[in-house]
């Protein structure tokens, strides 16, 4: 990134967003990061953060209510964008959460964890939500997997998950009674499931990746 130019962090009352700001802090070589709920900021940032924790309807009412959801689509069309958890889900048509549309700026839905599938190969009862670490197998090469080895384990908490239809779009999957894509990627928008800034040094490595990101 050259000198002064802002990295935002958007912020629709979501989710704790300081620690996200923090790990991007640390990675960023002095780059003034943003957590902020103002569409100029964000339309005026070199790039844009679009983590989230909560429920699909919850979250696509805030972003409406605080007027974020054109600025949200117009960064993911133009600016290096990095979705994380609900981020990455909102980014998709629609969600079995609430029965919610969301961004519609990839196809596809989002679909909870269905009963028949939470068992382990053992046969044990998987819990929902995932929680925990898990792996992700790297589907196709991207500059933000630069410097992490594949199947790397990364901090996941959610009970729903994306399952893009366009296998060109999928960048990572992982497993958990099914297999689930957890990271997408198109153009200039990268997206995961999981939880960057909770996942050691993997994931300070994929912000520091994404800041340095030129797509």
Known sequence: MRAGQTIAVIDYGMGNLRSVAKAIEHVAAGAPVVVTADPAQVAAAARVVFPGQGAMPDCMRE???????????????????????????????????????????????????????????????????????????????????????????FYFVHSYCVQAPDSALCAGTTDYGLSFTSAVAQDNIFAVQFHPEKSARDGLQLLKNFVEWHP
């Open 63 to 153: 972003l409406e209510q605080r007027g974020l959801r054109p600025a949200v689509i117009a960064a993911a069309r133009s600016k290096p964008f990095l979705g994380i958890c609900i981020g990455e889900q909102m980014l998709f048509a629609h969600s079995e959460e609430g029965d919610a549309a969301g961004l519609g700026i990839f196809p596809g839905s989002v679909q909870r964890f269905p009963a028949a599938n939470m068992h382990g190969a053992d046969g044990s009862r998987l819990k929902v939500p995932h929680m925990g670490w898990n792996t992700v197998a790297q589907k196709k090469p991207h500059p933000l997997w630069a410097g992490i080895a594949d199947h790397s384990r």
